[in-house]
């Protein structure tokens, strides 16, 4: 049976990720690594936004290829393949127990094409709650790439079992022909998923590293979880000779605390988010930014809290 070095299980962002910036950075120059992933064929399947906060590796991906770092890797469909004895295992599979009282960001996006120039490509709309809520929180987002390109994603913070809610296509046509009055457009793609807001229940062991979601890269407020992966990436590389030994990288505890309070918020309270979010951003934009993606300094911390209906938070922190 085959050896390798290093075995990334899953071939997802967080594998791919660390896989290119192992080989970017010669790492894997003179080691091997597999990367197991069950999927037949890679078609695109997902958008990634993020708060363009720090440069990585990904800032100018639309001309890369993978063709360029395909030397010292080999993929496989399933780990029984190879001997994983010797090997030091990243795992991005999340072990998640199925539990009802989980909640969920499940969301459903298209990408349109419209007949005339409607969008202006310069201004996003990053929440819009102007939607029915069913008693949980509700909002769309539309991202115009061009005047006449737009993803149009409906977005849901609840319990994921409930397919009440899942009535996606419905909610976006209604969206678009309503809200954003459009009436004549096509879909180009769609994108359909869920992101847990819980830590999966994934534990490092000798010699394995969880990555992404299963390594608990996911800001549970937001679902956001693209560059703490590539960050997670950039430690895993610089410290890969020691990797077992290193600290374990993680989002920092104060930003899980914050998280922890917010979702027992929303959770109590689902009709007053849009309104938190509201405040959030009033504080000022660079601020929020900062702060949901991790770089925000205690002031800017201070400025965030203190905007936000201080009752529904202090009893969410006594709960
Ligand atoms: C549709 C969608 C859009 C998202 N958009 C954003 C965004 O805009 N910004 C953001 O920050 N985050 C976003 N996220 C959240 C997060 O960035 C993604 O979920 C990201 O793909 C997580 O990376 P990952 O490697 O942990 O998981 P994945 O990318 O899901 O990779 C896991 C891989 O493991 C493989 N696998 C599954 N089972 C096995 C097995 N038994 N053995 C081996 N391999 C297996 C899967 O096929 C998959 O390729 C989005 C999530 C989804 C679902």
Redesign the pocket.
Do not use: Q
């Given at each position: 049976m085959k050896e390798f070095d290093y075995i990334i299980?899953?071939?997802?962002?967080?594998?791919?990720?660390l896989a290119y910036e192992l080989e970017i950075h010669e790492k894997l120059k003179d080691k091997t690594l597999a990367i197991?992933?069950?999927?037949e064929e890679y078609k695109r399947?997902?958008?990634?936004?993020?708060w363009k906060v720090t440069p990585h590796n990904f800032d100018d991906c639309v001309k890369k290829n993978w063709e360029n770092f395909s030397v010292n890797i080999l993929f496989f469909?399933?780990?029984k393949e190879i001997n994983k004895q010797n090997s030091l295992v990243f795992n991005?599979?999340?072990n998640i127990k199925k539990n009802h009282l989980n909640l969920w960001q499940h969301?459903c996006?298209v990408e349109i094409k419209t007949d005339n120039d409607i969008f202006d490509e310069k201004i996003f709309n990053l929440m819009d709650f102007d939607c029915e809520q069913r008693e949980s929180v509700h909002f769309f987002y539309t991202l115009p790439y061009t005047k006449n390109r737009a993803l149009v994603e409906t977005t849901w913070l609840s319990k994921m079992n409930d397919n009440s809610q899942k009535d996606y296509e419905n909610q976006i046509n209604n969206y678009i022909k309503n809200n954003l009055n459009i009436k004549n457009y096509e879909i180009t793609y769609k994108?359909?998923?869920?992101?847990p807001l819980f830590y999966p229940l994934n534990k490092n062991e000798k010699n394995k590293i969880n990555?992404?979601?299963?390594?608990g890269?996911?800001?549970l407020s937001?679902?956001?979880?693209?560059?703490?992966?590539q960050e997670h990436s950039k430690y895993i590389r610089e410290n890969i000779d020691n990797i077992t030994n290193a600290k374990k990288f993680e989002i920092n505890r104060k930003y899980q605390f914050l998280d922890e309070i917010f979702l027992r918020v929303l959770e109590k309270n689902p009709e007053k988010m849009s309104d938190i979010f509201f405040r959030m951003f009033k504080t000022s934009p660079k601020t929020a930014i900062k702060f949901l993606s991790n770089k925000s300094n205690f002031l800017e911390d201070l400025s965030i809290i203190f905007k936000m209906p201080k009752l529904i938070f202090i009893r969410a922190l006594f709960d």
């Open positions: 299980i899953g071939g997802g962002c967080a594998g791919l990720s197991i992933e069950p999927r399947d997902k958008t990634w936004s993020f469909k399933n780990i991005s599979v999340p969301f996006g994108e359909e998923g869920a992101i990555i992404g979601t299963a390594g890269m996911t800001r937001t679902g956001y979880t693209f560059l703490n992966i």
